[in-house]
């Protein structure tokens, strides 16, 4: 299971905030602090990284629904997939209504809609494996 974990972290979520990472650090000043870098870096952008590696990790956990975790499994992919289509409901929200949007705003929304389908999509892929 640990080893499920570390791949999906390298291959899956690594992998997938390179560009991300790549266009933060382009548009970031390093006198402008951690925190100007993670604005930069939770755009709308990582809603779609969030979609795919929660829809993935959704259907690991739901393909491997048996045993005793039966109902945790269904439960907790069925949880990331929903996190999963909200991550497409505010990606297209944000995108045909970014202006009146500010940026504390975008931020918010991408971090709690993107952190938690990403937490469910690593909880799921941990319990895929159990």
């Known amino acids: 299971m640990l080893e499920r974990i570390i791949f999906w972290v390298i291959f899956g979520f690594g992998l997938s905030l390179t560009p991300l990472i790549a266009v933060a650090a382009i548009g970031w000043s390093p006198t402008a602090g951690v925190s100007a870098f993670l604005h930069l870096l939770f755009q709308e952008d990582l809603l779609a990284v969030?979609?795919?590696?929660?829809?993935?990790?959704?259907?690991?956990?739901?393909?491997?629904?048996?045993?005793?975790?039966?109902?945790?499994?269904?439960?907790?992919?069925?949880?990331?997939?929903?996190?999963?289509?909200?991550?497409?409901?505010?990606?297209?929200?944000?995108?045909?209504?970014?202006?009146?949007?500010?940026?504390?705003?975008?931020?918010?929304?991408?971090?709690?809609?993107?952190?938690?389908?990403?937490?469910?999509?690593l909880l799921s892929e941990a319990l895929s494996e159990a």
């Open 50 to 121: 969030a979609l795919t590696l929660g829809g993935a990790s959704a259907a690991n956990v739901l393909a491997s629904a048996s045993g005793r975790l039966r109902l945790v499994k269904i439960a907790c992919g069925g949880v990331t997939f929903i996190m999963s289509l909200l991550s497409v409901v505010a990606y297209v929200v944000i995108k045909v209504h970014a202006k009146p949007m500010s940026p504390d705003e975008l931020y918010l929304w991408v971090t709690y809609i993107g952190g938690a389908t990403l937490i469910g999509g």
